[in-house]
């Protein structure tokens, strides 16, 4: 007890001081049958405007903004123009309009969503906006804890960058409370870049994989004399950081998936020769590695927050790059049969304002924050396509039918991924905390509410 109740004096927190055997026993009481292997979370960061893309308004004049609507492949249905491709492939679709929450800021709003739980209040305005320790855990986070990986590869992978602007970075995307050992595994670059290579992922020129073998079978011999204990308290975490670079480095599926230069040139050009559509090109290939979460997000941080010259924006690079990258996505999952066991969901942290309001008179027009309603999409897994779930006021500003949080997203995602949303965690001070409080949204799969 004495040593438990010093840990947080070593640095250290109370999952890592669960066994591997301890740690089996939660997953068994915490987790279910699994309905998908992996979730593709596309994160509109900054917060897309669902009036001019998925919920358009085209009867309420000083609403409906510069674009048209057009035909979906469901009947009586409409998208706005400049997304096209996803306006064809609506019949694979869940299109909950009614998503709905209470919170305006960019930063608790994007934990919220990337967590599936509100951020918690630590009593000072400042620290709630930064990575915290005292956060909840991205989603993959929570797999990697509760269901450790066997073959050592990350739970999670988050590209193409980090969400942060100078010192400023947004919660929600690391693996808070569980501690820096389950954080995702982070990618900065840009994968159209011709140079494009993820650090730490390559052996150095003339080391081979069996010589990297060779090398660890000799460590584990030396390291075999030293004392348990001492070895446990002192390299527990430079041992665990060695087992993760070893896995990646031997693990071919996982390392390959990055090389996104080996996909024909025109799969790469149907996906879009741009930093979203590559991004969502690598991320097919990480579900064929079967990696649980990742997280694509769409843009530098805050890129969808269209407070001016919101229209231009979203027509000439955000929509075409998205609509084009997503719908590839989706072919290609359907065509190989992983669409089935992988749940895509298009979402930012909130919708616009309804209302357009220019900048100081400069005629430069936009749309606000929005928390009161907005659109996320949802493919794969069981989600029955061609239906609209939930709708809106005559101008997008309210749902009209019950509305869901954030919180459901994310019971839906443990969900799929066969974890209990009811699941209690242990925190850094061994305080017993639920890790979801929403409910899964069940409509999305029609009526099989397994």
């Known amino acids: 007890?004495?040593?438990?109740?010093?840990?947080?004096?070593?640095?250290?927190?109370?999952?890592?001081?669960?066994?591997?055997?301890?740690?089996?026993?939660?997953?068994?009481?915490?987790?279910?049958?699994r309905r998908a292997k992996s979730v593709?979370?596309?994160?509109?960061?900054?917060?897309?405007?669902?009036?001019?893309?998925?919920?358009?308004?085209?009867?309420?004049?000083?609403?409906?903004?510069?674009?048209?609507?057009?035909?979906?492949?469901?009947?009586?249905?409409?998208?706005?123009e400049h997304v096209p491709k996803l306006a064809e492939r609506a019949d694979r679709?869940?299109?909950?309009?009614?998503?709905?929450?209470?919170?305006?800021?960019?930063?608790?709003?994007?934990?919220?969503?990337?967590?599936?739980?509100?951020?918690?209040?630590?009593?000072?305005?400042?620290?709630?906006k930064e990575l915290n320790r005292g956060d909840w855990p991205a989603y993959g986070c929570t797999i990697g804890y509760l269901e450790p990986s066997t073959s050592g590869v990350p739970s999670q992978v988050t590209l193409p960058n980090r969400l942060i602007e100078g010192?400023?970075?947004?919660?929600g995307q690391h693996a808070g409370i569980?501690?820096?050992?389950?954080?995702?595994?982070?990618?900065?670059?840009?994968?159209?870049?011709?140079?494009?290579?993820?650090?730490?992922l390559h052996l150095t020129d003339g080391l081979s994989v069996e010589r990297l073998k060779g090398r660890r079978s000799l460590l584990e011999q030396l390291d075999g004399g030293r004392d348990r204990l001492d070895r446990w308290a002192s390299n527990q975490q430079f041992s665990r950081q060695q087992e993760i670079a070893y896995a990646m480095l031997t693990s071919s599926g996982f390392s390959r998936a990055f090389r996104v230069q080996e996909e024909p040139d025109a799969v790469r050009e149907r996906y879009g020769r741009n930093t979203m559509g590559q991004t969502l090109l690598i991320a097919r290939r990480l579900v064929e590695s079967e990696i649980p979460v990742v997280q694509c997000n769409m843009g530098h941080v805050q890129i969808w927050d269209n407070h001016t010259e919101i229209f231009p924006k979203l027509k000439n690079q955000l929509l075409p790059q998205l609509d084009q990258g997503v719908s590839a996505l989706l072919d290609d999952l359907h065509e190989s049969g992983l669409l089935d066991q992988t749940l895509v969901i298009v979402v930012g942290e909130f919708g616009r304002t309804p209302?357009?309001?220019?900048?100081?008179?400069?005629?430069?027009?936009?749309?606000?924050h929005w928390a009161a309603a907005y659109t996320a999409?949802?493919?794969?897994?069981?989600?029955?396509?061609?239906?609209?779930?939930?709708?809106?006021?005559?101008?997008?500003?309210?749902?009209?039918?019950?509305?869901?949080?954030?919180?459901?997203?994310?019971?839906?995602?443990?969900?799929?991924?066969?974890?209990k949303p009811e699941t209690v965690l242990v925190d850094r001070l061994g305080r017993p905390i639920q890790l979801n409080c929403g409910h899964v949204m069940h409509e999305l799969f029609g009526s099989d509410p397994a």
């Open 1 to 33: 007890m004495m040593q438990v109740g010093c840990s947080s004096l070593l640095g250290l927190t109370l999952p890592s001081l669960l066994t591997p055997s301890m740690l089996s026993g939660r997953a068994a009481a915490t987790t279910r049958a």
């Open 167 to 171: 010192t400023l970075t947004w919660p």
């Open 355 to 368: 209302t357009l309001s220019q900048l100081n008179g400069t005629g430069l027009v936009g749309r606000g």
């Open 40 to 80: 593709v979370l596309v994160f509109l960061t900054g917060g897309g405007s669902h009036i001019d893309t998925f919920d358009p308004k085209p009867n309420a004049v000083d609403v409906r903004g510069e674009f048209k609507p057009i035909a979906t492949r469901i009947l009586g249905v409409q998208f706005t």
């Open 93 to 128: 679709l869940a299109i909950v309009r009614s998503m709905a929450h209470k919170d305006n800021r960019h930063l608790s709003g994007t934990h919220n969503t990337l967590t599936g739980a509100e951020q918690p209040f630590r009593g000072n305005s400042n620290e709630d």
């Open 178 to 200: 569980l501690g820096a050992k389950y954080d995702p595994f982070q990618i900065n670059g840009d994968p159209n870049h011709d140079e494009f290579r993820v650090s730490g």
């Open 377 to 419: 999409l949802f493919a794969g897994a069981g989600v029955q396509g061609g239906q609209v779930i939930g709708e809106t006021d005559k101008i997008g500003a309210y749902p009209l039918t019950t509305p869901f949080h954030p919180n459901d997203l994310g019971a839906t995602v443990y969900h799929c991924l066969g974890v």
